[in-house]
């Protein structure tokens, strides 16, 4: 977000209409965990290639902080191999690593120990000294939830927490799942502000860092032919589905606590559920834009207790079965899953939602480990003709497809004529592939999300209300799926996309999935 | 007549992409058979598929070498911005009335993304490229002329009315041909100028040095600008300062020629009006170009200078007297610049036209 001047300011005369986004101000970032996966895969890529687009500014550094011990030499070498293995730019640029490299410490240690943390405020002194990163900290949390109140709490005791309102800020970005339930996600919230203010958070959802998740909310409110169709008067019902060919790929000790609900739903598939379903904000930013999705979560009818929770949600458990023709273990099989496991690798859920716009159109959801394909998307289906002027059957309603990944874009399935001289229809496929229509290669999720931190912009992180009411329509579930005498999750065999028994969700309206 | 499949174009796409097909008109032109080739272009890559188009790019040159310089920069831009790229040469004064086209198609993503038709005219078949490039626009999209000749004259107004942007290059020219930019810009004329996005970097530090919380105090005391060139005052330089006094109104702004570059590589492109490949890399620095932008704000001085390929942001008089950012110089590919103009297609660059405006003031006066 460029810059937004006190009221009381000169406002700067050489910003205005300047084309280019204002550049963060100068920065340190601290990456706690940073021996991790996230970081080497991600987050390091991530900044690096904001440095190749001129995107940081020059005064940056980044400080990592983990209990692996390295020197900052042996750190930055092991953070050029994973920008050499992992940057979606490449060749590295050798003199613009350098110069990035330049700005990179690493301070070990646990973080309950305050030694770790007196280094580091050591450490981000004397960066603000070589590399004028002016006292600013962002700080990322890429670590477990376990960790946060740790380090929230040595932060605050080693004063490296400032109020917002300073001319020196304090950020923090915080890995999801934010909590566990509802009541951990409060917990966690109270513990978080009691120390820093909303303006400071930065609760990330990496989906909402894709284009083509930014894209819908351009289709939606940049163009003038879709809104007025956009509602119960037309739509039939919607889809969404964020499907992966994955298991759990070595996470067990995290997914056999989590599941499908927390992994996925609760955040990823929900944030999908606001775009789609939300009013136009009165205004493009932060705040404005999260109103209106909260106030989705908030018209969602809640799933609570076992009728509702049997009539509309579906679970499932992966059993062994073929993904591309290769053999995969079921979800019992992986290692460290404990026998017997209830862990839901699949949900199939129908929501309504009680507003004026969609009041009697579901939206079901479906996400899943082990499908026959990764893909995530969004379908619009439309309602049938209100006449068969060309036979019963002869033309299928119209659908509007919004692909979030792999091959993101937008596909309007309508009806053509057959060519020849009987009236036949055919229903066709108008695409739009953001690879073909902008050949300019798309930044990563965390590409756009670090930058937006690093500028202030929250518009594209969650809000603690926003948390809040997804948690607690997925708490409700949870209370009747994880009760002891909850029946276990479906199996389905790895390969296909999920139990019948999602299936019968949708035969109950007369409707059936797509097959994407 | 002759149709026959010329040789690829380099480009570092799929061979098949740039199969390219050509036709010959010794007497009239068809666009039927143009049209016809083009869909033929098309069907190389197995079936036509769906063709993504944003905008009609419309370059016009008058020489074959002019657009064998330019030819990078466009097809580069036109990759990253999906459109129709209709090349005009045209060569009034050769022999013959021929006219020759040639068709090409690069994909992207399976889809056809640009569609390149160079109509080359000679002699009387000149006469032929203004009612052919009509029939070649793809209806209702925008249409952008890069303009690769001298920023006046008649041709070019004709371009302005029919465009819905005109792109020159000021830089490769004398920055008194700012003038005439400057008086088409008031009658309206949406012209793009890739001098412009060459300023790009100096704009935004200077705008950056402004924001710095500490620095910020002093927005309302700017008094006077100077720029610096090397060797001799440029239009980019020129721009600069009429960016700057059109945002300052109150500021006196002077430019200055320091001294001459180590390595003296001359104007962008071939100084004659015809390149739009900008620079061929952030260095060495050539003539012309500026090396050095000081505003202030008494008692702090403000400068900009630039190392090698960096620019260095100075602070001076104020408490925290050092150096306060770097940013490199983003180096020149072609097209690069192009693409930042193509960014807008149509319409005034309401910044530009104020900066050219203020800028041509700051000309020193002819015989001066």
Not at chain 1, 30 to 47: C, E, Q, T, W, Y
Not at chain 1, 192 to 200: F, G, I, K, N
Request: glycine share 8%; net charge neutral; aromatic share 8%.
């Amino acid at each position: 977000m460029p810059y937004t001047p006190e009221h009381d300011e000169v406002p700067n005369p050489l910003r205005h209409g300047l084309r280019a986004d204002s550049a963060p101000e100068p920065c340190a970032l601290v990456v706690f965990g940073a021996s991790g996966d996230l970081a080497h895969r991600k987050l390091i890529p991530a900044l690096y290639n904001l440095a190749v687009s001129a995107h940081l500014p020059a005064a940056f550094g980044v400080v990592g902080v983990s209990k692996s011990e390295y020197t900052h030499e042996q750190y930055q070498a092991d953070l050029r191999e994973a920008v050499g293995r992992f940057s979606r730019t490449k060749p590295i640029d050798e003199d613009l690593w350098r110069d990035f490299a330049a700005g990179l410490r690493y301070v070990p240690g646990a973080f309950d120990d305050d030694a770790t943390f007196l280094r580091l405020a050591g450490t981000l002194e004397e960066l603000d000294r070589a590399r004028a990163t002016r006292g600013n900290r962002l700080f990322y949390f890429a670590t477990p939830p376990s960790t946060f109140p740790v380090l929230l709490r040595q932060l605050q005791k080693h004063g490296l927490i400032r109020p917002p309102g300073e001319s020196r800020f304090t950020r923090v970005v915080i890995e999801k799942p934010f909590g566990r339930d509802l009541a951990s996600a409060r917990a966690l919230n109270r513990m978080v502000l009691e120390t820093m203010d909303e303006r400071q958070v930065f609760r990330i959802d990496h989906y909402l860092g894709k284009e083509t998740v930014q894209n819908l909310l351009v289709f939606r409110f940049g163009n003038t032919i879709f809104e007025p169709i956009w509602n119960r008067n037309y739509v039939d019902h919607v889809q969404i589905t964020a499907a992966e060919e994955l298991g759990i790929e070595g996470r067990a000790r995290y997914y056999e606590e989590a599941g499908i609900l927390r992994d996925m739903i609760q955040n990823h598939v929900l944030q999908l559920v606001c775009l789609t379903a939300m009013e136009a904000p009165v205004a493009f930013d932060a705040d404005a834009v999260r109103d209106e999705k909260v106030k989705v979560l908030r018209a969602i009818s809640p799933i609570e207790g076992v009728d509702a929770v049997a009539q509309r949600v579906v679970l499932g458990q992966y059993t062994a079965g073929q993904i591309a023709g290769n053999d995969v273990p079921g979800y019992q099989e992986e290692k460290e899953v404990a026998k017997g496991s209830r862990t839901p690798t699949f949900a199939a859920i129908q929501l309504n939602i009680d507003s004026w716009r969609w009041d009697g159109v579901p939206f079901y959801l479906r996400s899943g480990k082990r499908l026959p394909k990764r893909m995530t998307e969004i379908a619009i289906q439309f309602r049938k003709l209100p006449h068969a002027l060309f036979g019963e059957g002869a033309a299928a309603p119209n659908t509007l497809i919004v692909r979030v990944q792999p091959e993101e874009g937008i596909a309007l399935r309508f009806s053509a004529k057959v060519p020849g001289e009987r009236y036949r229809p055919r229903t066709v496929s108008m695409d739009f592939r953001y690879g073909a229509a902008f050949a300019a290669a798309s930044p990563e999720a965390y590409e756009r999300l670090l930058l937006d931190a690093l500028r202030g912009d929250q518009t594209l992180f969650t809000r603690k209300d926003e948390v809040e009411a997804a948690w607690k329509l997925v708490d409700g579930i949870l209370k009747t799926t994880e009760a002891p005498d909850a029946p276990p999750p479906y199996p389905y065999e790895a390969g296909t996309w999920g139990p019948r028994e999602a299936d019968a969700l949708l035969a109950r309206g007369g409707r059936t999935w797509r097959r994407p | 007549m002759s149709l026959s499949i010329g040789e690829p174009i380099a480009g570092g796409q799929a061979a098949r992409g740039w199969d390219e097909l050509s036709i010959r008109f010794d007497d009239g032109m068809d666009l039927n058979k143009i049209r016809a080739l083009l869909q033929e272009a098309k069907e190389l890559g197995g079936s036509a598929g769906e063709t993504v188009s944003a905008f009609n790019l419309v370059a016009i040159y008058f020489s074959p070498a002019a657009y064998d310089r330019a030819q990078a920069a466009l097809e580069a831009a036109g990759r990253l911005h999906p459109c129709r790229l209709v090349v005009l040469i045209a060569e009034p004064h050769a022999e013959g009335d021929s006219v020759a086209a040639r068709v090409s198609v690069v994909r992207s993503g399976g889809a056809v993304s640009l569609e390149r038709v160079v109509l080359t005219a000679q002699g009387g078949g000149v006469r032929h490229l203004e009612s052919a490039l009509l029939g070649l626009l793809v209806p209702d999209l925008p249409v952008v002329i890069v303009w690769g000749g001298r920023p006046e004259g008649a041709l070019l107004r004709r371009a302005v009315e029919m465009a819905d942007r005109v792109i020159i290059d000021s830089g490769t020219r004398p920055p008194e041909a700012l003038a005439d930019v400057a008086a088409m810009v008031a009658r309206g004329a949406p012209i793009g100028d890739l001098a412009w996005p060459r300023i790009f970097p100096w704009m935004s530090l200077a705008a950056e040095m402004l924001d710095v919380p500490n620095l910020r105090e002093h927005r309302g005391n700017l008094r006077s600008a100077r720029v610096i060139c090397a060797g001799a005052i440029g239009a980019e330089g020129v721009l600069l300062a009429g960016w700057f006094a059109s945002r300052v109104r109150k500021a006196r702004v002077e430019l200055l020629s320091g001294p001459e570059p180590d390595r003296d590589s001359a104007m962008p492109g071939a100084g004659d009006g015809t390149s739009i490949t900008g620079w061929p890399s952030a260095a060495p620095l050539g003539r012309g170009q500026i090396v050095a932008f000081e505003f202030t704000a008494p008692p702090v001085t403000f400068t900009i200078r630039r190392d090698k390929a960096v620019l260095v942001a100075e602070v001076r008089g104020d408490d925290d007297g050092e150096v306060v950012n770097r940013m490199r110089l983003p180096p020149e590919a072609p097209g690069r610049l192009l693409g930042l103009e193509l960014k807008l297609l149509a319409g005034q660059d309401e910044l530009y036209a104020a900066s050219v405006q203020a800028a041509v003031k700051l000309l020193p006066k002819s015989g001066s």
